[in-house]
């Protein structure tokens, strides 16, 4: 296996709402929900950097396609990371996730390793990392 993930696809109670969240709320590409008339294939990509897509599908249509029990979410099963060029975008991107109806989990603040986070949830619960990292400042 190459060292490689193309896809990460969130599973979302609320298609449309959770769209809406990333397309309206922060701004992310996308084509919109597609695959409508396919039973349990009703899904949205969006386009992030290097290639990487962002995927949201229905949980529901996620256990059915997998054929695993529709169990509830875990916010703290993993994070997304979002890495930023500076302190000022960690709080620009914090307050624009507000701003979409996130619930702030952890306002911004220093890192124990010299950085400065914090963390949002999704409509869903999926758990955000907005961060600075003077080791890892993202090239756009």
Do not use: C
């Not at 349990?40 to 996620?62: E, N, P, Q, T």
């Not at 390793?113 to 963390?119: E, M, P, V």
């Amino acid at each position: 296996m190459k060292p490689r993930i193309s896809v990460l696809t969130l599973g979302v109670g609320d298609l449309e709402k959770s769209v809406e969240f990333y397309r309206d709320g922060l701004g992310l590409p996308t084509e919109g929900i597609i695959g409508k008339e396919f039973e349990h294939g009703a899904v949205a990509f969006f386009d992030l950097a290097s290639g990487l897509k962002l995927g949201l599908w229905a949980r529901a249509d996620i256990a059915h396609d997998t054929g695993l029990p529709n169990a509830p979410p875990s916010p703290t099963a993993f994070t997304i990371g979002h890495n930023v060029a500076g302190k000022t975008e960690v709080d620009v991107v914090m307050a624009q996730a507000r701003a979409a109806g996130a619930k702030i989990v952890k306002t911004a603040q220093q890192t124990f390793s010299g950085g400065y986070a914090g963390y949002f949830q999704d409509p869903d619960g999926h758990l955000w990392e907005v961060v600075w990292n003077p080791q890892s400042v993202p090239v756009d």
